[in-house]
């Protein structure tokens, strides 16, 4: 190689880094090309370029003609290894984690920013104490105190004659029996904290740039400033740099420590107090006032542990003024190893002897579920209060359910984590107790707790109600369809033309459009559900407390119409939950064995893991937290090597990971990169639901920072839409919408019919070349490379200074 040049404003060291979207790209397909090599980066992660492109930057004649493009892969963050497919488990945690960063824009009510954020992770908070309580109930209750309980049920299951009462072993005690059952529920807590370390190790552990990276990155002024020591981070309107600016905004180390402590410790504090609370309760009745005592001391110890578990949660949130490399070794490591503790002692409690204690009905203790319902209903409203108050201060039109979209989530991740641990109850208590029915007195064990099945029997008066908006949306997408068509044809073949008109191809395109435009409907159906969850969850509660019954006991004596509808609501709701309950996991485990299938769940994930977990630990991790800063690295490394000029090109989510990557870059870096986004739904999605993050105030600033940006999309693109920034004196940002198909019918130049592309295929308009190109004809005259003596590393840098990739400096694919 020859010592990398000086590149002048005509050719020379531009680049351009393409990002892909959801679903993830080959390298090979990105740069259109079957032979591609590695040049910086691990399997997670890397950037590639054309074995011809590798030394681009010592050959600046040959890119006379356009950009060097080099391709960054990042969709093994999210779907590359099979056992990430496990994650469909912890949907409801990363939902909840969405309604974090949901929170309203505003000016000003600093408290009841810290409130929005502090309610939130009480409610994620729940969410963990009601997965623990799920496997309690189906272990502890269902298995060990039920079934093994009775003779009908533990004489069929030969797995469960050690346990069972009328036998005469060490075990057949109930105490012993939950003291044994309870190692089930702690294993999922010690499974959950051992995920969520190691990704955390791998994720939130990435330093950000500004903490010293090459070629001149450095903090910014204000970007020192002091780390806030409220409950959560500044507000959004920051006075010095817009949220995803700041240095510690991918840096989340601290609190997803303190977080997992917390949630860990809360798991198994649930686990103690469900086999301390029956044996306890047992003991009050007995002659031993030892055990009495012991009880009440250690009921006591764990609700102090209770209480020390929501002080944690409560009293840190997310720092993002600077990179806060501090650990709370003491509290993460402490916290867990004492709750632990507990649970041995609760396990010896229990185990102690008590020959006269015999097991009957279900398990002492279900009041757990209605307190964990109502508590989630509880921080809804108040989050939903807040958030309307927010929202108020500031109201913008384009903003999701009048900011009320963060508790919609909230409502929906409670109803996810309801649907699957009532499913779990519901299905190991139909194989248990043969043909009869849970709770119905049909069968040889009780059943879960009452208020399982009234909100399993209110999921088809759900499913019901939902009908009217889908149909009401079907209707109008098919008028929507039948009106656009004139204008599809007055586009394509306007009077006076060559081009005959043809009513089926427009009513073709006519339809793509009017489908594209579903999305912008989906938040009024997200409130709907989340509205009508909240309303027949609190009719569940309700039914259950009055009755004491489950729904077709309760019915008895009425009408037969009510009877009727409750005991078909009752048998089809808990069908319905459990078989909702068994897709998850059948289409996880699909999912590990297919790489397909692994690639559409990938599809989720590239959606819903795009923020760090400012709420729940046991979230999915944020892969963000590593592909923002490769971004911001390769960009201000390269720029400040070469001098040259750069493009950023993102597609899809690609687009949103190339603005965060961008908003974190020096000033100076800024001043040299350009922004192409297609397919983009950093307005249409991202400003509308996180309006605080990508809102209209937040995409001004990067059109401002960033030094030219332009946007494509498309009329018939469900995802990708307009950013809507006013252009002023300056270029416009959004280019008007691309012709979609490309042409109408059959022409020389495209004898075939087009298809309708919608989100896919944007590089194939040569609209997309001709903006890229002037998008790099409006930057700044590329700058005198740095000179360090040595040779081109296809990198931007000198030979040798990635010794681990060999002489070269890079690795083949």
């Given amino acids: 190689m020859s010592p990398e040049p000086t590149a002048d404003r005509g050719g020379g060291a531009a680049l351009e880094l393409l990002v892909h979207g959801v679903g993830g790209a080959t390298p090979q397909a990105m740069l259109a090309d079957p032979y591609t090599v590695r040049i910086t980066g691990d399997e997670t992660a890397a950037i590639h370029r054309r074995p011809d492109d590798v030394d681009a930057e010592a050959h600046p004649e040959r890119y006379e003609d356009g950009p060097v493009p080099e391709a960054y892969c990042w969709s093994n ?56 309580a799920a496997v309690c109930e189906v272990a502890l209750d269902l298995v060990a105190w039920q079934c093994a309980g009775s003779a009908g049920c533990a004489d069929d299951r030969s797995w469960l004659g050690f346990l069972s009462a009328t036998g005469d072993g060490w075990w057949t005690q109930p105490g012993r029996r939950l003291a044994l059952a309870a190692l089930v529920p702690a294993a999922l807590v010690g499974l959950l904290w051992y995920l969520s370390n190691r990704t955390w190790s791998a994720y939130e552990a990435q330093r950000p740039p500004t903490d010293g990276a090459p070629g001149g990155l450095r903090p910014e002024p204000g970007a020192d400033a002091p780390t806030a020591t409220s409950a959560d981070a500044a507000p959004a309107t920051d006075p010095y740099r817009p949220a995803l600016a700041r240095p510690g ?76 490399g501090t650990l709370d070794r003491a509290l993460i490591t402490r916290l867990p190893s004492v709750s632990l503790a507990l649970v041995g002692v609760s396990v010896v409690y229990a185990a102690w002897s008590r020959p006269d204690w015999v097991s009957s009905g279900t398990l002492p203790g279900s009041v757990t579920f209605p307190v964990l319902v109502i508590a989630q209903a ?6 939903a209060a807040a958030a309307f108050a927010l929202h108020r201060r500031a109201p913008h039109e384009r903003i999701v359910l009048q900011g009320l979209g963060g508790p919609a989530v909230a409502m929906l991740a409670c109803a996810l984590g309801g649907v699957m641990t009532g499913g779990v109850a519901q299905r190991v208590a139909d194989w248990l107790d043969g043909p009869g029915t849970p709770g119905m007195g049909e069968g040889v064990i009780a059943g879960p707790p009452v208020l399982l099945s009234w909100q399993a029997a209110v ?61 912008d409907a989906v938040p009024w159906l997200v409130g709907l559900v989340s509205g009508a969850t909240l309303v027949l969850g609190a009719g569940a509660v309700v039914g259950a407390w009055l009755s004491g019954d489950v729904p077709g006991r309760a019915a008895e004596g009425g009408p037969a119409p009510i009877q009727s509808i409750a005991d078909t609501a ?7 939950i459990g078989f909702g309950f068994i897709l998850f996991v059948t289409w996880g485990r699909r999912a590990y064995r297919d790489a397909s299938a692994r690639r559409t769940i990938g599809i989720l994930w590239d959606v819903g893991t795009f923020w760090p977990r400012a709420s729940h630990p046991f979230a999915p991790p944020c892969y963000a937290e590593r592909a923002v800063p490769d971004l911001t690295w390769r960009m201000a490394s390269w720029t400040a090597r070469t001098g040259g000029r750069l493009v950023i090109s993102g597609h899809s989510q690609g687009s949103v990971l190339a603005a965060a990557a961008v908003w974190q870059l020096p000033e100076s870096t800024r001043h040299q990169v350009a922004l192409l986004t297609y397919g983009s739904p950093l307005e249409r999605l991202y400003g509308r639901w996180f309006p605080a993050y990508f809102g209209a105030a937040p995409l001004r600033d990067l059109d401002r920072e ?69 998008l790099l004809d409006r930057l700044p005259p ?7 003596g040595g040779t081109s590393d296809g990198m931007g840098g000198p030979r040798g200074e990635a010794a681990d990739q060999g002489s070269s400096g890079r690795s083949s694919a």
């Fill in 782 to 788: 590329a700058l005198p490379a740095q000179r360090h």
């Fill in 570 to 576: 009752q048998a089809l709701g808990s069908w319905l």
């Fill in 77 to 132: 963050l999210t779907s590359g290894n099979a056992g990430r497919a496990l994650w469909l488990l912890l949907l409801p945690f990363m939902v909840v984690n969405l309604a974090h960063w949901m929170r309203p824009a505003t000016n000003g009510l600093a408290r009841t920013q810290r409130l929005y954020g502090l309610l939130v992770r009480l409610l994620a908070l729940t969410l963990t104490v009601l997965l623990t």
């Fill in 459 to 519: 999921i088809p008066v759900l499913l019901v109600l939902l009908v009217i908006p889908v149909v009401v949306l079907a209707v109008r997408t098919v008028r929507t369809g039948r009106r656009l068509a004139p204008l599809v044809e007055a586009e394509y073949a306007p009077r006076g033309s060559k081009v005959t008109p043809d009513p089926a191809r427009s009513r073709q395109i006519a339809g793509a459009r009017a489908r594209a435009r579903l999305t």
């Fill in 706 to 774: 960033v030094h030219c940006w332009r946007n494509l999309w498309r009329a018939t693109d469900p995802i990708g839409g307009p950013v809507r920034l006013d252009a002023g004196d300056g270029p416009a940002v959004d280019q008007e919408p691309l012709k979609d198909p490309l042409a109408y019918g059959r022409t020389a130049r495209h004898p075939l019919p087009e298809a309708i592309l919608g989100h896919s295929k944007y590089q194939d308009d040569p609209v997309f070349a001709e903006e890229r190109a002037a």
């Fill in 378 to 383: 509880v921080l809804v409203v108040a989050l």
């Fill in 249 to 324: 905004f991918w840096y989340g180390r601290r609190l997803v420590a303190r977080l997992r402590a917390a949630h860990t410790a809360a798991g198994f504090l649930t686990v103690a107090a469900a086999v301390t609370g029956a044996a306890a309760r047992y003991d009050r009745g007995a002659p031993s006032a030892t055990r009495e005592i012991v009880g009440w001391l250690l009921q006591a110890t764990l609700a102090t542990g209770a209480l020390v578990v929501i002080w944690v949660v409560c009293s840190r949130g997310r720092s993002e003024r600077k990179s806060d």
